[in-house]
Structures are given as structure tokens and as C-alpha cells.
């Protein structure tokens, strides 16, 4: 089993991949990010859901969404998500590589390194490939995730993190010549003990603009956070943008 289909790993580390803390993050990106761009009315496919983090707010702001995530844990918490904000979404298990609704939508998104979980570089074309399928003419995929460029800058150095009821110590080791990744994360909460390890293809702006261009994309942007600035030194994540003609 690949690491990103055991459950029990995104119930376990939840605290850790989805604090409370992004959820505040997401209704202020979907609310006053340029990037988003978001018009009442828009179809939006998330990629990658999870607990319904983006797709609360992006049914909030007026959008029509579909949620795709391969967790059925995770969407289980993302329909009592949509419940407690009393929104109405459409949430489908799926492998993000699988097509959902040819043409059926107006913006793809996916968010907080929800792209790259292949190791095969293959699959992950096949997943922009899939949402070049499932935009409309002159529909829009935004992708987020922690640059090469980025991730340079503080690779390496353990962390330890506080979670309710306990700690998360992570340590990321960079394979195969700074194109995989693989982090280790020990989670210690009292005399329990839980171990994982997530793999994940590790892209340069150059590689994932080139990748986008060849699952036939155009316009292919890159910025350095979502408020629009460019991808530089300066940059906090890698957010690309690109256009189905």
C-alpha cells in the first residue's frame, strides 16, 4: 500500500496536516487572494480535499464545488465540515489521476502539496493532464506546493511540533539527487508512539512550468505567495497558474 492510501496515517496526523489554524488561512485566501479570482456561480474541483479545508469557504464565497479526495476518513470530515457551515458541496472518492466531469469546470485547484504524492514523474503529469481534462475552455489550474527553491532554504533541520495531547518530530531527507523526498514523522502523545513516512517528487519552478506547459496548458505563471508576488528569493511557496486555451 502507498503511503498516501492508508487512512489511518491521515487520522493519525491530522493535528499535524490540518490544524485549526488553516482554516482560518483558507477563508482569507478564498476571499482576498488575486490568484483565486473567484466569481459567484464558478465551478471549482479541489484535488486533493482533505477535510473540506478550501471547499467550506469556496462554497461560502457563491462557487459551485466538487471535492475529490482518495481518504474516506478525510471526506467524511470534510462532508461534517460542509454540514456545521451548512454549505452544500459535492464530495467524490477518487484518485485525483481518475477524470471527473470532462470540461466541467471553471478553476482546479490544489493546495498545500496535495500535487507531487507520485514518485512515478509519470503519474504526476497524468494528474495535470487530468485537470487540464476537466477545465472548460479558458479555465484555470492553480497548484500549491513547497518549491524546490524554497525548500532549500531550511532543508534538513529537525522540527518539532506541538499538537494537542502530544508532539510530531519531523525529519526531511532529500533522494535520488533532489527529485524525491521523503519525511519521516514520529508522533508521541503519552505512552502512545505512531511512526509514517511520506514520499513525494520534489519540483523546481522551471520543471513544473514545464510540465504544465506539456499537459497542454498555457499562460504558465509562477508566484512566490497568493497575494500574486513573483517567485524569487522572497518566495514562501510555489503557486502555479495556468490557463486551458
Same mark, same amino acid.
Given at each position: 500500500?502507498?503511503?498516501?492510501?492508508?487512512?489511518?496515517?491521515?487520522?493519525?496526523?491530522?493535528?499535524?496536516?490540518?490544524?485549526?489554524?488553516?482554516?482560518?488561512?483558507?477563508?482569507?485566501?478564498?476571499?482576498?487572494?488575486?490568484?483565486?479570482?473567484?466569481?459567484?456561480?464558478?465551478?471549482?474541483?479541489?484535488? *486533493?480535499?482533505?477535510?473540506?479545508?478550501?471547499?467550506?469557504?469556496?462554497?461560502?464565497?457563491?462557487?459551485?464545488?466538487?471535492?475529490?479526495?482518495?481518504?474516506?476518513?478525510?471526506?467524511?470530515?470534510?462532508?461534517?465540515?460542509?454540514?456545521?457551515?451548512?454549505?452544500?458541496?459535492?464530495?467524490?472518492?477518487?484518485?485525483?489521476?481518475?477524470?471527473?466531469?470532462?470540461?466541467?469546470?471553471?478553476?482546479?485547484?490544489?493546495?498545500?502539496?496535495?500535487?507531487?504524492?507520485?514518485?512515478?514523474?509519470?503519474?504526476?503529469? !497524468?494528474?495535470?493532464?487530468?485537470?487540464?481534462?476537466?477545465?472548460?475552455?479558458?479555465?484555470?489550474?492553480?497548484?500549491?506546493?513547497?518549491?524546490?527553491?524554497?525548500?532549500?532554504?531550511?532543508?534538513?533541520?529537525?522540527?518539532?511540533?506541538?499538537?494537542?495531547?502530544?508532539?510530531?518530530?519531523?525529519?526531511?531527507?532529500?533522494?535520488?539527487?533532489?527529485?524525491?523526498?521523503?519525511?519521516?514523522?514520529?508522533?508521541?502523545?503519552?505512552?502512545?508512539?505512531?511512526?509514517?513516512?511520506?514520499?513525494?517528487?520534489?519540483?523546481?519552478?522551471?520543471?513544473?512550468? !514545464?510540465?504544465?506547459?506539456?499537459?497542454?496548458?498555457?499562460?504558465?505563471?509562477?508566484? *512566490?505567495?497568493?497575494?500574486?508576488?513573483?517567485?524569487?528569493?522572497?518566495?514562501?511557496?510555489?503557486?502555479?497558474?495556468?490557463?486551458?486555451?
Amino acid at each position: 500500500m502507498n503511503w498516501y492510501e492508508d487512512d489511518d496515517l491521515w487520522v493519525g496526523f491530522a493535528d499535524v496536516m490540518f490544524p485549526p489554524r488553516r482554516e482560518a488561512e483558507a477563508e482569507r485566501l478564498v476571499g482576498e487572494s488575486p490568484l483565486f479570482g473567484l466569481v459567484a456561480g464558478q465551478r471549482v474541483l479541489d484535488l *486533493g480535499c482533505g477535510p473540506g479545508t478550501h471547499v467550506v469557504p469556496l462554497a461560502r464565497a457563491g462557487a459551485v464545488v466538487t471535492g475529490v479526495d482518495l481518504s474516506a476518513a478525510m471526506l467524511a470530515r470534510a462532508r461534517e465540515a460542509c454540514s456545521r457551515a451548512g454549505v452544500e458541496v459535492t464530495l467524490v472518492r477518487a484518485d485525483m489521476r481518475e477524470p471527473v466531469a470532462p470540461g466541467g469546470f471553471d478553476l482546479v485547484i490544489s493546495m498545500y502539496t496535495s500535487f507531487g504524492y507520485f514518485t512515478d514523474p509519470g503519474d504526476n503529469l !497524468a494528474v495535470l493532464r487530468n485537470a487540464h481534462a476537466a477545465l472548460a475552455p479558458g479555465g484555470r489550474l492553480l497548484v500549491d506546493l513547497m518549491g524546490k527553491e524554497v525548500f532549500a532554504g531550511w532543508v534538513g533541520r529537525p522540527q518539532a511540533v506541538d499538537v494537542q495531547g502530544g508532539t510530531v518530530f519531523m525529519r526531511d531527507t532529500v533522494l535520488d539527487g533532489w527529485t524525491r523526498l521523503r519525511s519521516d514523522w514520529t508522533y508521541v502523545r503519552g505512552a502512545e508512539v505512531r511512526h509514517a513516512s511520506l514520499h513525494s517528487t520534489l519540483y523546481s519552478a522551471a520543471e513544473l512550468r !514545464a510540465l504544465f506547459a506539456e499537459a497542454g496548458f498555457t499562460d504558465v505563471e509562477c508566484f *512566490g505567495d497568493f497575494d500574486g508576488s513573483p517567485y524569487d528569493n522572497h518566495a514562501r511557496r510555489l503557486i502555479v497558474r495556468g490557463t486551458r486555451a
